[in-house]
């Protein structure tokens, strides 16, 4: 919230503070309750798998056992994952006893309330707060492995932001030990530090220290590092606390993968510049800006925590509209937008304004702010002075007098103050060869033309370097002729070397998204040809059948939803829904792959078990390994059966009479989870009229409800377009029922006739 200049100074100030720790206090409230939510939903599933029972029924049956048992729902919930996960050891005792059903409860809340935080940062700080602290660890460190075999600090808790600054990103000749763990899968316990040829962070060399390698489904995603005050016994219930706790943080990395960092060249650009520098990132037409690199400099300015993750609004509460602002006009003239001070009027409790504000579009979504903070007078002074350092007056007199140089000319042209000055005429042995067109404009503009001129030139000294000079000049005209020249030398070396730099970075930055559009193009555009948004309505054997598919909201998110409907041998129908993990190309092509597959399997007439069972051989063998949902299912004319299966899928919604109800799914595991799974089949008897939808999770994932909330609001939505025709029906639900994820969606509608 930002006083406007008309207002009295702080006039707003003084609500800052306050509206700030309660907005905080919300965001804590509002994450401690997707915590438990998330915990919470996590033992339904798994009751739900067990008993062989719907989601909401696992939601009574789990009710009802918190009425027998006297435990609180999270307890419970935290025994039933527990059971089975295994259990996420936590910190030893302190009294020495045994580790107890308590401290296991509070190891699964920890590791669950990590999962649950909305960045890396915040589940490093959990992880430290809620179950590293009691084993007596320090400081926690997250590394992201990238593409390119570095490794990105993307999150920390008790480290200080100088050293974070230092170990932002290791490139793969770094530290051989965090690399080595990453490659070999193996955890390094050193109770006594590295030892003299290894430098890892922390307090001193000898103080303790273990690396942790993180994976996900096998594939390493980075190392975590935990860190001690001093030297430390790491016995084997330390270990294995240690790496139960930390387990999670590989989840939490690789949900994290999907928002690119800033990109490593212009971190190292920014992170060399001695002002204060940071990265926004976000179209600033269109979303908020979020704060995604500060380097050391602007650390210290701010002179806070470091504000690396967070919204632009809380980062800088004084000046981000501002900021914003800025950052618009920036990208949409394609140049550089400036401020002298912001925010403009100075209010009361607020830290140090920003200077000399220069804010640079960096591609479509970043946007880089260059500054300089300050309010000491010595400073202020010094900072005047470098200005004044690289710009020098001169003047040469045509009709006799010479030429007489400032002293800060001797500096631009590394000249001895004792040698005589150059005039202007006699700049050319001195100037690059590429340049010399330009100086003989700027002479003719001065001689001829007798009007004044600009033009930057590069000087080649005497000790071989470059400088790049800029030339003001103006002629002295005496009745008509030109008597002399007056002007200003400025050397722009320094800032002519930063704009090279970032004009170099910003090149590679577009080019890299320019590889990453085609390559989601290419992806949404397979996708497309494969699944059809809006197929004809087409009759099937006793089937009349409509189909739809929407992609993501943004064309980025390609996903792996797919859908299959077609006649099979003996008159019947085979149908099928599925759902690729993840996003982008790969899970384009892997749901080509199975869809194909499918395809292909399905002439033999197999039932739909069968052909679950081959699928998921199929995806085990296919190329990135692959995960899905699915289910298949036949449909027999003859006597109007429906025999299906389903891998680990939501369960099909059969409508009836105006009445709609979930089908109950047998607990069977996804695709390309293990080898050699032998999947039931259900039968369901159909009657002339009834509907059956099959969907994908894009059709009722919300993001503030579980999933129980989500089928429900289907079931509803189902029951009020029962009366609508079949094309009606399907626009109906994907308009009424659809998820708010902007994730795709699948719907798959089937009426039995007469």
């Not at 000749?173 to 109770?191: F, I, K, N, S, Y």
């Not at 908020?288 to 967070?310: I, M, R, Y």
């Not at 036949?634 to 006597?639: A, E, G, H, T």
């Not at 129980?708 to 029962?722: I, M, Q, R």
């Amino acid at each position: 919230m930002i006083a406007s200049a008309s207002g009295p100074a702080g006039a707003d100030a003084t609500r800052t503070d306050p509206t700030v720790a309660g907005l905080t206090a919300e965001i804590g409230r509002l994450r401690g309750e997707l915590t438990r939510r998330h915990l919470l939903d996590l033992a339904t599933g798994i009751l739900a798998a067990q008993l062989g029972a719907s989601p909401a029924e696992a939601g009574q049956h789990l009710e009802s056992l918190v009425r027998v048992t006297g435990l609180s729902p999270e307890d419970l919930a935290a025994d039933i994952v527990n059971g089975v996960a295994g259990t996420p050891d936590a910190a030893p005792p302190v009294d020495g006893g045994s580790q107890g059903p308590v401290d296991a409860r509070r190891a699964r809340r920890v590791a669950t309330a990590a999962e649950a935080q909305s960045t890396v940062d915040e589940a490093a700080v959990t992880l430290l707060e809620g179950g590293l602290t009691p084993l007596g660890v320090q400081g926690l460190w997250l590394w992201q492995l990238a593409d390119n075999g570095c490794l990105r600090l993307a999150g920390r808790a008790g480290v200080s932001a100088a050293e974070a600054a230092v170990w932002q990103w290791i490139p793969p000749v770094g530290p051989t030990l965090l690399h080595a763990v990453v490659a070999d899968a193996m955890p390094r316990w050193l109770p006594s530090g590295p030892g003299p040829d290894q430098v890892l962070p922390g307090p001193g060399p000898r103080a303790a220290r273990a690396l942790l390698p993180l994976r996900v489904k096998g594939a390493p995603v980075g190392v975590a590092l935990a860190v001690w005050p001093g030297p430390a016994e790491l016995d084997e219930a330390v270990r294995r606390s240690l790496s139960g706790l930390v387990e999670v943080a590989g989840t939490v990395l690789d949900a994290d993968a999907s928002e690119p960092p800033a990109a490593p060249a212009l971190v190292d650009v920014l992170d060399a510049l001695a002002q204060p520098a940071m990265v926004l990132r976000g179209d600033p037409a269109a979303t908020a800006l979020t704060v995604e690199h500060v380097n050391e400099a602007a650390l210290g300015a701010l002179g806070t925590s470091p504000p690396a993750g967070q919204p632009l609004t809380l980062a800088l509460p004084f000046a981000h509209a501002e900021l914003a602002r800025l950052a618009r006009r920036a990208h949409a003239a394609h140049r550089v937008q400036d401020a002298a001070r912001l925010p403009r009027v100075r209010e009361a409790g607020a830290p140090a304004p920003l200077l000399d504000v220069r804010i640079l579009p960096a591609g479509p979504e970043r946007t880089v702010v260059l500054w300089h903070v300050s309010s000491d007078r010595g400073l202020s002074a010094a900072r005047a002075m470098g200005h004044l350092q690289g710009v020098a007056t001169f003047q040469d007199n045509l009709s006799g007098g010479g030429t007489v140089w400032s002293a800060s000319a001797y500096r631009i042209f590394g000249i001895d103050p004792q040698s005589p000055p150059l005039p202007l005429l006699a700049l050319r042995p001195w100037v690059h060869p590429d340049d010399g067109q330009a100086l003989t404009e700027l002479l003719e503009s001065l001689t001829e033309r007798q009007t004044g001129g600009v033009s930057v030139l590069r000087i080649v000294r005497d000790d071989g370097t470059t400088r790049h000079v800029r030339v003001a000049a103006e002629p002295l005209v005496d009745r008509g002729v030109v008597t002399g020249v007056t002007g200003v030398f400025q050397d722009v070396s320094e800032n002519r070397r930063t704009e090279a730099a970032l004009t170099a970075t910003f090149d590679q930055l577009t080019a890299v998204q320019k590889q990453a559009a085609v390559r989601h193009q290419l992806a949404l555009r397979l996708q497309q040809a494969i699944v059809p948004e809006t197929p004809d309505l087409r009759r099937l054997p006793g089937l009349l059948a409509a189909a739809r598919y929407r992609p993501a909201v943004q064309e980025y998110r390609v996903g792996g939803d797919w859908y299959d409907v077609l006649p099979v041998p003996g008159d019947r129908v085979l149908m099928a829904v599925g759902d690729i993990a993840g996003h982008g190309i790969e899970s384009a092509t892997g749901m080509v792959a199975l869809r194909n597959a499918l395809r292909g399997l399905a002439v033999t007439g197999s039932a739909p078990g069968r052909l679950m069972e081959w699928l998921n051989e199929v995806t085990l063998h296919t190329s990135g390994h692959p995960t899905a949902t699915a289910v298949c299912a036949l449909y027999d004319p003859r006597d109007r059966s429906l025999t299906w299966s389903s891998a680990g899928h939501l369960p099909l919604l059969l409508l009836r009479e105006g009445r709609a109800r979930l089908l109950e799914t047998p607990g069977d595991v996804l695709l390309g989870a293990v080898p050699s799974v032998t999947y039931r089949e259900v039968r369901t008897p159909l009657r002339p009229g009834d509907t059956l939808l099959l969907y994908t999770d894009g059709l009722i994932e919300r993001r503030q409800d579980g999933l129980d909330e989500g089928l429900s609001h289907l079931v509803e939505v189902a029951e009020k377009l029962s009366g609508c025709a079949m094309r009606e029906q399907v626009e109906g639900l994907l308009t009424g029922a659809a998820g708010d994820t902007d994730d795709d969606t699948s719907v798959v509608a089937i009426r039995v006739q007469d």
